[in-house]
């Protein structure tokens, strides 16, 4: 079984909250973006074919993934490794343990096909955006091992509901606190 994070009592029923030991890797989802990574001791993001000998800067990996699609939104992704990997889109503060480890794209067409628009505006790209960063912050959840499981056991010990797949370590945000209802909802806080 995964690793007890906290266990709440009310009344005579038990709320566990676990660590998901076998999440699934949110690049395997249905994704709106792209995400190049490279990086000589992790494997990072999509299957690409972009090598980091083919180029010497990341500006030049940039003009590449533009040459090579027709990009609508591309934020750059920065990785800050010091006790756990953290990806963001903007840069982090600390010189040595972070930097750039790649992009994170969406091409005109699949926002076009996503959205059922003709042309792709800069109201749509926006909302792109912040979708991107969703995707980044669920995947370095996932990288982090920052993905939950509950299980909530009557009073003879039995389980009673359970599921698993929450990622963040906000649980009134990641959705345990709406999936175990109100009545569990208060002890998350």
């Known amino acids: 079984m995964s690793s007890l994070v906290a266990s709440y009592r009310k009344n005579d029923e038990v709320l566990e909250i676990y660590y998901d030991s076998s999440p699934m890797d949110p690049r395997e989802w249905d994704n709106l973006g792209t995400m190049v990574c490279l990086h000589g001791r992790y494997s990072l993001g999509d299957n690409h074919s972009y ?7 990341w ?24 006790s756990g990997i953290s990806l963001s889109t903007t840069p982090f503060n600390c010189p040595w343990d972070s930097g750039q480890v790649g992009w994170m794209f969406v091409t005109k067409q ?16 926006e909302k792109a955006e912040k979708v991107l960063q969703g995707e980044l912050e669920n995947y370095s959840d996932y990288v982090n091992g920052e ?4 299980i909530i056991k009557d009073k003879s ?8 797949g929450y990622y963040g370590t906000n649980f009134q945000q990641n959705g345990i606190a709406s999936a175990v209802g109100e009545e569990w909802a208060e002890v998350l806080n």
């Open 51 to 57: 090598r980091v000998t083919d180029y010497s800067s």
């Open 59 to 82: 500006e030049e990996v940039r003009e590449a993934i533009e040459k090579d699609h027709d990009i609508a939104v591309i934020l750059p992704i920065y990785l800050y490794d010091h």
């Open 110 to 125: 699949k926002l076009r096909e996503e959205y059922g628009v003709k042309r792709v505006s800069k109201k749509l790209k």
């Open 147 to 150: 993905v939950y499981g509950y």
């Open 157 to 164: 010990g039995e389980i009673v509901d359970s599921c698993w």
